[in-house]
Every structure is written in C-alpha cells, then in structure tokens.
C-alpha cells in the first residue's frame, strides 16, 4: 500500500506541478495581454488628443475662411468699380487726345493706369479662382 500511496503522491505532485505551470503560462499571457493593451490605451490617446487638435483647428479655419469668401467678394467688388472707373478715364483720355491728334500715351499717368488696370484684371482672376476653390471647401 505504500508503494500505492506514493504513485499517487508522485502523480498528484506531477499533476499539481503541471496545473502550476498553466497557471503560470495563464499569468504570463495575462501580463503579455495587459501590456498590449496599455500599450494601445497610450498609442489611442496620443492619436485622439491629434485628431480633437485637427478637428479644433478645422472648425476655426473654417470659420475663417466663410469670413474670407465675404472680404474677398467685397474686394473683388471693390476692384471691378475702380477698374470701371480707370477705363472710364481712359476712354475720355484716348478720345481727346485723337481730337487734339496728340498720342494717348503720352498724357501723364496714362501708362501707369494701363499696367495698374491690367495687375488689378490679373488679381481679380486669381482671386475668383481661389474663391471658388475656397467656396468647394466648406461646408
């Protein structure tokens, strides 16, 4: 009986042994898991503390730019009236100077506004254009 008694002895302390080596492994996966895991809860806050920072920035750029399409439409109106206005003076300018045979061009501040009116035209398209693709961006 004692032989008997010590196979079950060797056997239950196999059996326990090996119930604390999956017990260990099961410790060692949980930690595993556990780092994993507060791994990704930091790497998760890094990027939505990036994107309330992207999300904060693109409300108030918005803002901006809805105020940006009114100055802008303001500006270009501004420009077609002075434009309006050059070519007025111009046209008075190349029709007096043809009636006194005297060259446009050589009535003072005549070139100047030539060039000032064609910088003025050039903006006007430049800044349509980017109103227009500003006016596609926001909602």
């Known amino acids: 009986m004692n032989t008997l008694q010590n196979v079950y002895n060797k056997l239950s302390d196999k059996t326990e042994l090996a119930k604390h080596e999956v017990e260990l492994g099961l410790v060692d996966d949980l930690k595993i898991t556990l ?6 809860i930091f790497i998760d806050k890094e990027i939505l503390s990036k994107t309330i920072k992207i999300s904060s920035d693109l409300l108030i750029l918005n803002k901006n730019a809805k105020e940006r399409l009114t100055s802008n439409d303001s500006v270009i109106q501004s420009s ?3 434009i309006q206005l050059a070519e007025k003076f111009m046209a008075q300018a190349e029709r007096i100077s043809k009636e006194l045979g005297v060259d446009v061009k ?4 005549y070139n100047g506004i030539l060039n000032a009116k064609k910088t003025a035209q050039d ?12 006016k596609s961006l926001i909602k």
């Open 35 to 40: 780092n994993s895991l507060e791994e990704q």
């Open 80 to 82: 077609f009236k002075k």
């Open 106 to 109: 050589t009535i003072s501040n």
């Open 123 to 134: 903006n006007i398209k430049l800044l349509s254009k980017e109103q227009n693709a500003l």
